[in-house]
């Protein structure tokens, strides 16, 4: 089990990409969060199988149509225990 947390830097606010950040995530099964920071970028934390958090963070990459990732700054963090975070949810 692993914990990533990721700063996504681009265009990435205002063009959904903390949504489908979240549909990437139930794709991958991996656990997390997201938000939009004031600087303009996203910041997130990712946790699972590392196999399944490495295909999310290329998933991630890829971005959709519209977000254009420029930089992704990723950070190890130790994961949380199963019963603290079940799903992947967009925090507000």
Not at 32 to 60: C, P, T
Request: aromatic share 10%; with cysteine.
């Amino acid at each position: 089990m692993v914990r990533k947390h990721i700063i996504a830097r681009g265009r990435v606010q205002g063009v959904g990409f903390r949504y489908i950040c979240q549909s990437f995530a139930t794709e991958c099964k991996v656990t997390g969060w997201i938000q939009n920071r004031f600087d303009g970028s996203v910041e997130m934390e990712v946790q699972g199988a590392e196999h399944r958090v490495a295909l999310y963070i290329q998933k991630v990459e890829t971005g959709n149509r519209f977000a254009r990732i420029r930089s992704l700054d990723i950070t190890d963090i130790p994961p949380l225990g199963a019963l603290e975070e079940k799903s992947f949810r967009i925090r507000y």
